[in-house]
């Protein structure tokens, strides 16, 4: 292990393995991560893994849309298998309210590229056959939801960094920090 890097990531999860290959893929060779114990001890490990493409947040849609994009290329780029899963998702509507809510929801979609379907109790039952619908005025339809492993997907982002330049470490604590007047951190 170097004594100096440009940048170092501290943790050896999903978030910590995302932050070192989204640097590593922007040309920054020369950071490092670390981790106390192994790789995805820590949240990530009993993390759903969970892929909603559904948020009225423009800026965190974009981010959603860009994972699931992401997740999607990463086993081809690494040669790692993310356990990537396409489902779909429905999201049920039994008032024309909520309707309305999905249908606001579609402007932000359309302007992102997220697939969806409105669709009506016919269709839903069509796609989920044991769905009772007889109380449903519709519902939202996503057909790129899915989930992934994120122990996979934390090892592919990992190789994916490697690759790019970057170094990482397991069984390494990190037990202080401070800043020194030039602002380089040690």
Known sequence: MKSHYRAV???GGVVGASTLYHLAKMGWNDVGLVEKIEYTSGSTWHAAGLLPLF??????GKIHKYSVDLYQSLEEETGQHVSFHKTGN??????QERMDEYKRYCGTASTIGVPFEMIGPAEIKNLWPFAKVDDLVGAL???????????DVTMALLKGARANGAETY?????????????????
């Not at 604590?173 to 380089?184: G, L």
């Open 141 to 151: 339809f996503h057909p790129d939801d899915g989930h992934v492993a994120p122990v």
């Open 9 to 11: 990531v501290i943790g």
């Open 55 to 60: 948020n009225m947040s423009y800026s965190v």
């Open 90 to 95: 429905l999201r049920l509507a039994r008032n």
């Open 170 to 186: 397991s069984e390494v604590e990190v037990t202080a920090m401070a800043q020194k007047p030039n602002d380089e951190w040690v």
